[in-house]
């Protein structure tokens, strides 16, 4: 058990280019969570998948921000034209039922936008 | 849904002494959970303590202990022996059936040697 896994820790990026972060939950979890996490601040929930199903979104994310999780397994967030009120730490965690449902959270990743 | 309310910005200890940080919450749900995660400097959440709201115990965790009020809707974390290890920023959370975190604004702690 390696724990939660998120790639790239940072990214630096000009407004309105794509960028895309992954997830890499612990392995037999089947829920995975994303929040975003702004300075100062607690994390807000974006959206989770149970298994592959994407089963709830918040009204944070605009159409700009897409999530997947293809087969179950990793999954993607996707943001298009960032802006710089994207800036922010975008953190993943991962649950199973028989693990209480606690959510474990990976290191994140620190979006910059310029 | 839920909401979590931390209203202490930040709060210092002396090493070796005790300290509560406070947490206050509103769900409409009956059956929820409640959780104090850390998160030291550029380092990643790790959870403290949980506690399920239809157990009247008080959860425990070697030096971490909550102090559960229903009825008031409140949920406090007192770490005992406080030592250099427990400085971070500290969120109080409750989740319900959706199982979606809402975390509190978190409260800033350092212990002083």
């Known amino acids: 058990d390696t724990g939660v896994s998120q790639n790239p820790r940072h990214k630096i990026t000009k407004r309105g280019q794509n960028v895309t972060f992954r997830c890499d939950p612990i392995?037999?979890?089947?829920?995975l969570y994303w929040y975003r996490q702004t300075l100062g601040q607690g994390p807000e929930f974006l959206t989770y998948?149970?298994?592959?199903?994407?089963?709830?979104k918040s009204r944070l994310l605009s159409d700009r921000f897409s999530a997947e999780r293809p087969k179950g397994s990793f999954s993607t967030l996707e943001i298009q034209r960032t802006e710089q009120g994207d800036s922010a730490m975008y953190l993943c965690?991962?649950?199973?039922?028989?693990?209480?449902?606690?959510?474990?959270f990976g290191a994140g990743t620190r979006l910059s936008v310029l | 849904a839920q909401t979590v309310t931390q209203s202490q910005p930040e709060m210092s200890v002396q090493e070796a002494e005790t300290v509560t940080l406070s947490c206050t919450y509103d769900?409409?749900?009956?059956?929820?959970?409640l959780f104090w995660y850390k998160q030291p400097p550029s380092r990643q959440m790790i959870l403290v303590i949980r506690?399920?709201?239809?157990?009247?115990q008080n959860a425990t965790e070697n030096r971490f202990s909550v102090n559960f009020q229903k009825a008031a809707k409140s949920f406090s974390l007192k770490i005992s022996d406080s030592q250099l290890g427990d400085t971070a920023m500290y969120f109080c959370?409750?989740?319900?059936?959706?199982?979606?975190?809402?975390f509190g604004k978190g409260i800033t702690l350092s212990v002083r040697p």
């Open positions: 965690a991962s649950s199973s039922v028989l693990a209480k449902n606690i959510q474990y």
């Open positions: 392995s037999e979890h089947n829920r």
């Open positions: 998948f149970q298994n592959e199903a994407q089963l709830e």
């Open positions: 769900t409409s749900e009956s059956n929820y959970y």
């Open positions: 506690q399920e709201a239809y157990k009247q």
């Open positions: 959370a409750a989740t319900g059936a959706n199982s979606k975190l809402t």
